[in-house]
């Protein structure tokens, strides 16, 4: 029973550990660029002023984990165009979550301009 409730434990914990991802923190140069494409998103979606704050948060994480993704010489080019591709779409799911309906439908239509996705090839 002891070995039962241990191995449980043991398995808990190590679902619980993986699950525990940090954002990187952003530099100033993309804290800046995090800005400038908030008020762009402003200007396409007349933001409130906490959306405002949430979206630049949102704006700078994702540019930091971005460069992070982008800097990394391990990895191949094709699992590096899966991970960006990856967050483009979780950060469109979180920045859904801060605007209401008719801001969403905007996002949709202004985000390629404004932020396109970007793949790498082959040189």
Known sequence: M???FLLIAIITGM???AQN????EPTQLQIEEAK?????LDDAL??????????????????????????DQQLAINTKNELLEAIYVEEGN????VLVRA?????KKVRGDLQPL???TSK
């Open 2 to 4: 002891k070995r039962l």
């Open 15 to 17: 679902f619980a550990s």
């Open 21 to 24: 991802y940090v954002a990187p």
């Open 36 to 40: 400038k494409l908030t008020l762009k």
């Open 46 to 71: 007349s933001l409130s002023e906490k959306q405002l704050l949430r979206i630049e948060k949102i704006a700078g994480e994702f540019i930091a984990r971005r460069d992070e993704i982008l800097a």
């Open 94 to 97: 979180e920045m859904a979550d």
């Open 103 to 107: 801001q969403i439908e905007r996002y």
């Open 118 to 120: 970007i793949v790498l």
